[in-house]
């Protein structure tokens, strides 16, 4: 992609690929919503499109049910050379591609990986797609031509780019992303109909697990509709998990000493433990790799600071932080990821400081 | 509880109250383990117990399938005016003394809310229970003196002493504790049948569900099992809750049109968006409360530090951090939560110190 691109829809990836670009390509944007689309020129995402000039790579970034209608008529108004979108699920599209009959040749498939709970050109960075996987998903008849262009676009905005077919991408999404959402949203949902006590005596594993049941419910019953194929048998095999687990703690209850049902119980745990221990921290980086350190600390601004930089100045990098408040008191406890080889080091280093290090660390 | 205290069991929480207790109480340790016992009382928990000193209270800080038996053992022998236990399960405790036909006048159950997964008298800490419910359970037979020592006892641990029946307890775990573990033990056990391509193309929404996934296996068994009653019906309601999230999804597979399928897809994810807003951040703080300022930050040591120190010296106090980190590239963008009235302010001190602050925010 060295010629212009055209984006249509500026919301949150639309305006930051725009973003992105800046300087290296002229973007041309195009919104339906005028008041969004003059923020993201507003923004200096691109210039407004006038409908006519043509472009060498249109994208399509808009919600999932419209994107193939706005391929199609993109495809026939001869706007662009190449064209991709940026859907989360990839064989829907080419299903409503096929409805329509479009053909596929200059259209390839794309999806960057980068959403967050922000939506709107508000929200939209630059630098959004850095290090992002930014799966381009070839169609039955896509060129080679157009494969390259969407790699060139994803390394362009700085993404790590992919290929997959659209099934394949479709499953790894639904187990990674999918599959998560939903289990988040039904355990938040079930909370509904807990004793109100539960909340009042909750702590940071609730909190974790339901996180991100926050999310907005619109976009993900589309989500979810797109990808439905793939979805429905991880969830169901969910379900049918569960569904032992229930059948087992039912016996437990009546006989605590059942050792086949205390086997179920044990027997998902430890594939639990396993399950989690393939889930990299970032990149790369697995559980194993790292250690914690744990440290209490006031609740007070510039503690937490004063941890880090003495890290910082010992030349320990942080990978992560945990922050767990207690409740009522005035402290919490602020867990620190290591790689496992500093763990030593560094908790000496603070509590030489007066840091109240706690010991050990999952 | 103004006498002697004699704790049996001197694992991680049992060592903890023997420190929480120093230099207030005369604390006498006692553990089948010597190597246990030795470190507890090398860490300052107490002094070893010569198994004829009398106490005013005895804490029972073993397993949950043993504490019937010991709490037993210890009436018999008359060694305390009243007993207390800390297990996660209050009625299974009550049912085991049943069995045994001990008398439970002198007999109060009780559960600190200080789990983490760190284990054993190295992990202990003074501060353990600081601020967090410690829930005194009395049984049929209980005596209003033996209730006072149990919530005497919590609060000179620093904790916040609840009162509750067994039966409202275990209810209460069941839903905040119990059942997010077995989700997320799940949810990670089915990382292991999914697309291998999953993990790679996974973010922190995978890493957040699945976190607790990583506890200890045969530990979680027995809590399970104690509590299997209240759990069971728990783990059966969300199973049916996916069964039909993925019944819904069969259907909207074959007809993604279906408005009666979506709409039981909407309505669970909007259920779990109320569940979710039950959830404090920490003690009396929603998410309502609370907003997000996001930067991007290179992974370097000291970036992170120097965020916290200007919030810090801006005088705001930061909530909760979230690191992500993004896949392949030597930058993650960085979460700070504060009070809802602060994110404008700090999001303008930060940028105005060349800091990439991201727009919006959850």
């Known amino acids: 992609v060295t010629g212009s691109v055209l984006v249509v829809g500026t919301g949150l990836i639309g305006t930051s690929i725009g973003l992105a670009l800046d300087g290296h390509r002229r973007v041309l944007l195009a919104d339906t919503d005028a008041g969004r689309l003059g923020v993201a020129v507003g923004r200096g995402a691109g210039e407004p499109w006038d409908g006519k000039v043509t472009a060498e790579l249109a994208v399509v970034a808009v919600p999932p049910t419209k994107t193939a209608v706005v391929l199609t008529d993109l495809l026939r108004r001869e706007v662009s050379e190449i064209l991709t979108h940026v859907s989360s699920s990839q064989t829907q599209v080419q299903l409503d591609l096929d409805a329509l009959g479009t053909q596929t040749a200059t259209i390839c498939g794309g999806h960057p990986l980068a959403g967050r709970e922000t939506a709107g ?209 005035k402290t919490g406890v602020v867990e620190l990821l290591v790689r496992s080889v500093h763990q030593a080091s560094l908790a000496a280093t603070l509590a030489g400081s007066g840091h109240e290090v706690l010991g050990g660390g999952g």
């Open 121 to 329: 050109p508000d929200g939209a960075t630059a630098r959004l797609f850095e290090g992002r996987p930014w799966v381009a998903c070839p169609l039955a008849g896509t060129s080679e031509r157009a494969v390259a262009a969407v790699t060139e676009l994803a390394a362009a905005c700085g993404a790590e780019p992919m290929v997959m077919s659209p099934e394949a991408h479709d499953r790894a999404v639904a187990a990674s992303s999918h599959l998560p959402q939903v289990v988040a949203s039904a355990l938040g949902a079930r909370l509904l109909v807990a004793d109100a006590a539960a909340v009042r005596v909750s702590g940071p594993g609730l909190q974790d697990t339901t996180r991100i049941a926050a999310s907005d419910a619109g976009l993900w019953t589309e989500v979810l509709t797109a990808n439905a194929l793939q979805v429905a048998p991880l969830v169901a095999g969910l379900a049918e998990e569960l569904r032992r687990v229930a059948d087992a703690l039912d016996v437990l209850a009546v006989s605590p000493g059942d050792a086949a049902a205390a086997q179920v119980l044990r027997d998902m745990l430890v594939r639990g433990n396993a399950g989690r221990a393939l889930v990299p921290v970032k990149q790369g980086v697995l559980d194993r790799d790292v250690a914690v350190v744990a440290v209490r600390v006031p609740d007070e601004p510039g503690r937490l600071a004063d941890l880090l930089v003495r890290a910082a100045a010992a030349g320990v990098n942080v990978e992560d932080i945990r922050v767990e408040h207690l409740a009522g008191r």
